[in-house]
């Protein structure tokens, strides 16, 4: 065998060494013949012991050996059967070495993870995270911690997303290689999303009683200046000046209303490049409302601030949270303050052991002076379920809420209070450096005409079908209305050859708008769809009526979003 002949090797090679040493050491041969017997049997007894000593210090050096050796597996067998995978990386994101439990995790091998880019296994949307992860390891020294997307079985049909934690840290003797340990977090994640879900109904709830008083003086105005409008004697302008104030009072209920929906929804997060001072400010209303009047709300925006990559939705979450704890935490008339800065992590801003990678962070700070905490409060705030409000006032998942928004989108918050004093939450988020298109530099909306194409109504709302039909007519089109599916499918039948779009509520008694325009492409198989609803298109998508590829607007609708919407439809015979 290879190895026994190589051990062999290294044996005759040891002797031949020995050997010549002996040699050098020995300046005079010792005539044996001429010792006494006395001498003689001392010199064998000398040996004889020696030869002992060295049998016993082999049989130590064997032991030892085998203590090694037995170390050595019970540490590869807790190097492989670790409940976290671990990896060895160096400088190009190579993977050099890792563990079972990685290759497992990854659903893959050891042999086939190793001189493999590890970015292979991670989402392309998350590639960014892993890259200044890695740099912010190599370049400044300090541990680096993130969460991302991996995909396990990535070459086959079967695989499946997981969410994972990375943390990571220089080699001690080999600063340039990378040991991460990897864990599966995606029970976690799911936990979290149904944390957050349950949140949002409670601030849904905080809302309710703003948002009802809100309603109440928008209809005041509604109702007010329609009855104003249907005096006969007043003159045409004030007509138009009072429907003028009942549109503006509608439009300000429908935008109410999309921020509930968008705060209520369950699906995945999108994040979106946006500008935080926009953001906020399109919920300082609410805010007011919420916090209540004998709260000064303050907003101080940042000029030139940076863009950040997050879910506006969140941010909104982060808000409502943190501006009812603060609200919760005043007795009386108290003041919270809503501020946007700038800064370098590396900023006094930031302190010590900065957990984000170095970089422009954009800031988010809630402050108060409400009543403040105790260092024991203060230890607890993040965990899940803590709170310090009476029973049935909340679920304690707010500051849990928040601080996993916040670390989701690879910042991380700090929090000073003092008792009696007020409280302060600065978040800080990664300035988002790349480009992207500013929605406020779009042209302003121009009402598109139609040609006098056919445009078949399904509506079960007998206040609505009239209203849209008109809509219609006053943009161009020729219009067939019907109040059930089943006769929009008899109509459909009569007009098969002048119909070009179907514009249809979703849901309705006897069949849903789905299954309707499903069984209509049977007569009009070319004929172009766009689906309305009450409900906005995430609910209706996770109840799985819409699909991306959909045609769809939500309602309450303008004369411009419904022309814009038709136009934007691709073209077909006899519909432009």
Known sequence: MPGTERQIGQTNQLRQIAEEMAA?????????????????????????????????????LCA??????AARARYFDLYNQAPVGYLTVNYQGIMLES???AATMLGTTVLNLKNQPLSNWIFSEDQDIFYHHRMGAFDTGRSQACELRMKSNADSAAGKTIWVRLES?????????????????????RLME?????????????????VA??????????????????????????????LEEILKAAQLSAVVTRQLLTIARKQPVSPVVINLNKTVESLLKMLKQAVGDDIELIWRPAENLLSVKIDPVQIDQILLNLCMNARAAIADHGRITIETKRAGCDSALCGENVEGPVGEYVILEISDNGCGMNSETLSHIFEPFFTTKEVDHGTGLGLTTVEAIVKQNNGFIRVSTKLGSGTAFTIFFPAFMGTASDSDTKQKEIMLSGGGETVLVVEDEASLLPLIKLMLETIGYRVLTADSPRAALDLAERHKNEIALLLTDVMMPEMNGFVMAETMKKTLPTVRTLFMSGYSANVLAQEGFLNPDINFIQKPFSMADLAKKIKGIPAISGFA
């Open 213 to 242: 008083h809100d309603y109440n003086n928008k209809l005041a105005v509604i109702i007010g200046y329609a009855e104003l409008a249907l005096n006969n004697t007043l003159p045409p302008e004030s007509v138009q000046m009072f």
């Open 169 to 189: 840290s220089l080699q001690a003797f080999d600063q340039r290689v990378l040991r991460i340990i990897v864990s599966d977090i995606t029970e976690k994640v």
């Open 64 to 69: 030892v050996r085998a203590e090694l050796e």
């Open 99 to 101: 563990n079972q439990t």
């Open 24 to 60: 050098k050491r020995q300046t005079v041969t010792p005539d044996f013949n001429k010792l006494a017997p006395e001498e003689a049997q001392k010199i064998f007894h000398e040996l004889s012991v020696h030869q002992i000593e060295l049998e016993m210090q082999n049989e130590e």
């Open 194 to 210: 149904q944390f957050q879900q349950a949140q949002k109904l409670e601030t849904i709830g905080m809302l309710a009683g703003g």
